[in-house]
């Protein structure tokens, strides 16, 4: 499932047309049936605070997806988000210029934040010991470091 964000401001922002209730009830709703759900989830997005992020691992906490993917926010030409950032991205102008994890425009925290996330995250999904202290040490760091984009 791409529920992309548990921050209702980060999916308006990306023009998803999903509500967070939506994500939350789609799981439910296949967990009933015997499903398996994964989430695949983005970080990063331009406007997305520490807050937001903390919704996003609240709402995988309290769905159980089965397994998630994750990645950093990657503009795609001909959007909204790739118009914004264009004059930021020089050689990487495609996300199959980069990794899942690695960002390609400045944005509020460090790509090294964003794969110590990612690992958390899993780590947690799959029931093994996420190092959250490690991903706080690095969002306190990359937030005095980057500057925050204010468009969401």
């Known amino acids: 499932m791409g529920a992309e964000s548990g921050s209702q401001k980060v999916l308006d922002a990306m023009d998803k047309g999903t509500r967070v209730a939506h994500i939350y009830e789609a799981r439910a709703n296949l967990r009933r049936h015997g499903i398996r759900a994964c989430f695949f989830l983005q970080f990063g997005y331009p406007g997305e605070t520490w807050r937001d992020i903390e919704h996003t691992i609240q709402m995988v906490r309290e769905t159980g997806p089965d397994d998630i993917g994750v990645s950093v926010s ?24 980069s990794d899942d994890l690695e960002m390609m425009f400045r944005g509020a925290y460090s790509t090294e934040f964003y794969r110590e996330l990612a690992g958390a995250l899993h780590e947690e999904v799959r029931g093994g010991n996420p190092r959250w202290d490690r991903v706080r040490e690095l969002e306190k760091a990359s937030a005095r470091s980057a500057l925050p984009w204010t468009s969401c």
């Open 74 to 97: 990657y503009p795609l030409p001909g959007t909204k988000f790739y118009e914004r950032v264009a004059a930021e991205l020089g050689e990487k102008r495609n996300w199959s210029d």
